[in-house]
């Protein structure tokens, strides 16, 4: 979408390398979450964010909310970390998510 | 994590009929929210819902839509009637207060004919 902008739209990785995806704000963004959409369909939590770094495994994250944008890095990828990643952020006060358009990452042997 | 359950996970309805999505959002959360997702793209948000009241709502959450909680059973979406473009996977979320994270259930798959 507009408002949360998500690069790149598309990423294959050998398996071992290192890689990062990154989400532009044009809305001020007060919290971030991360997500993984796996092959079935199912969303899984990486991260939720207020600004800063969080670090989970092989994966890290940080959320810079004066310069409206979030990275996540993800080091020695794996097969399974193959699926759709979407940024989502918050800027009511309701909760309501404004998601990107993910970033299809396809991690080959 | 904490599970957000929905019932059904796929339902094929004829246009014009009227469908019932429900969610079981995580015991303790008080905000609840229905998202759609048409073909793996873009998560739309439809709707959030909090103390029995609707507190925001997006242009996707056409008149046909409502949503209730009743006595704290399921959180459900209901549809009356259906039309084509409602076709998509409907996301249930839920979330301890407003600006805490968000859990989601995973989907219900509805196909309008």
């Known amino acids: 979408g507009d408002k949360v902008k998500q690069s790149p739209s598309a990423l294959s990785l050998q398996e071992g390398t290192n890689s990062a995806l990154r989400c532009n704000f044009s809305?001020?963004?007060?919290?971030v979450q991360w997500f993984l959409q796996n092959p079935r369909g199912s969303l899984i939590n990486l991260f939720y964010?207020?600004?800063g770094t969080k670090e989970n495994g092989r994966l890290k994250s940080a959320f810079d909310s004066k310069e409206s944008y979030s990275t996540l890095h993800i080091r020695d990828a794996q097969l399974e970390d193959s699926g759709t990643y979407f940024c989502?952020?918050?800027?009511?006060?309701?909760?309501?998510?404004?998601f990107g358009d993910g970033t299809v990452l396809t991690v080959k042997p | 994590g904490p599970k957000v359950l929905q019932i059904p996970s796929h339902q094929i309805i004829d246009m014009g009929q009227m469908v019932t999505l429900n969610c079981d959002p995580v015991?303790?959360?008080?905000?609840f929210y229905w998202y759609k997702q048409i073909l793996g793209q873009q998560m739309e948000f439809l709707v959030n819902?909090?103390?029995?009241?609707?507190?925001?709502k997006s242009k996707l959450f056409k008149d046909q839509f409502s949503v209730e909680r009743p006595d704290g059973s399921y959180f459900t979406l209901k549809i009356q009637p259906t039309a084509l473009e409602d076709s998509a996977v409907y996301f249930c979320?839920?979330?301890?207060?407003?600006?805490?994270?968000?859990?989601f259930g995973p989907g219900t798959r509805l196909t309008v004919l």
């Open positions: 979320a839920s979330s301890l207060d407003s600006g805490y994270e968000q859990y």
């Open positions: 809305i001020a963004a007060t919290t």
């Open positions: 964010l207020v600004p």
């Open positions: 989502a952020a918050e800027n009511t006060n309701t909760g309501k998510l404004t």
């Open positions: 015991s303790n959360h008080l905000y």
């Open positions: 819902f909090y103390n029995g009241k609707v507190m925001e």
